[in-house]
């Protein structure tokens, strides 16, 4: 089974374009989120999903630059998009990513994928219960499961959000649930959506990368019970809903 991680990304992000080539330490976050996938070991290859939109020229010149896949397709069906970029790498498995997660980490992608594989189903997720930090979110599932979802609906919001369906539909498939960290981790946001969350994500990559590029959860956890006023750089910001 050849296990595929596409990352949806594309620079016309409505809380904060350009997001995902901004630099931290010198790389563009979507650089420095490739390079912790790399460390990865079961992720057989990594393509960006993101538009054809002219905006996105830049990040296919950073997939060529870095030597990962990039396809190009529709900029509102995401759904679309992404079982075309797995399709492109002949992808069997996919590890659904989205590029505002710069700080995802490689010990719990591992654990979702392996759960996946050593479980019956068709979808394996880290991000639906808690506890867990938003910003880590692993998704796993097969590419033909989401060929098959891409049949059964027409709804935007399904096409917009490409695991949806899935996991609103457990009557059709079946899902696990993953953990993804201590209780003290779950309140964290660690996603960049907005100028607040990437200030906090900077300080983050700050503090850690230095010594230690292959930080996970577990030195995120203990940097914010060495400076708990870390929270309050976005902890007014808000997820959007799905719906």
Excluded at 19 to 36: A, D, T
Excluded at 98 to 103: G, I, K, S, V
Excluded at 161 to 181: D, K, N, Q, T, W
Aim: glycine share 4%.
């Amino acid at each position: 089974m050849r296990v595929v991680a596409t990352i949806e990304a594309r620079m016309r992000s409505t809380r904060l374009p350009g997001k995902v080539l901004m630099p931290i330490l010198g790389k563009p976050i979507l650089e420095l989120m490739i390079e912790r996938l790399r460390r990865v070991p079961k992720i057989d290859a990594i393509v960006i999903a993101t538009s054809d939109d002219p905006s996105n020229d830049p990040i296919e010149k950073l997939a060529n630059h870095l030597g990962v896949g990039c396809y190009r397709g529709s900029e509102d069906d995401v759904l679309d998009r992404v079982l075309q970029a797995a399709q492109s790498v002949d992808g069997d498995l996919i590890v659904e990513l989205t590029a505002d997660c710069p700080l995802i980490d490689p010990q719990l992608t591992t654990e979702t994928i392996d759960a996946f594989l050593a479980a019956k189903v068709d979808y394996a997720a880290n991000c639906l219960r808690e506890p867990y930090p938003n910003g880590l979110d692993v998704q796993v599932f097969p590419t033909a499961i989401l060929e098959e979802v891409a049949r059964l609906t027409n709804d935007p919001a399904d096409h917009e959000h490409v695991s949806l369906y899935i996991y609103e539909h457990p009557e059709r498939f079946r899902i696990l649930h993953v953990a993804a960290g201590p209780p003290e981790a779950s309140h964290l946001r660690l996603t960049v959506d907005t100028a607040e969350d990437f200030a906090l994500v900077t300080r983050i990559f700050e503090a850690l990368y230095p010594d230690d590029p292959a930080f996970g959860l577990p030195e995120i956890v203990a940097l914010f019970l060495r400076q708990p006023e870390l929270r309050d750089l976005n902890a007014r910001i808000l997820q959007k809903p799905v719906r």
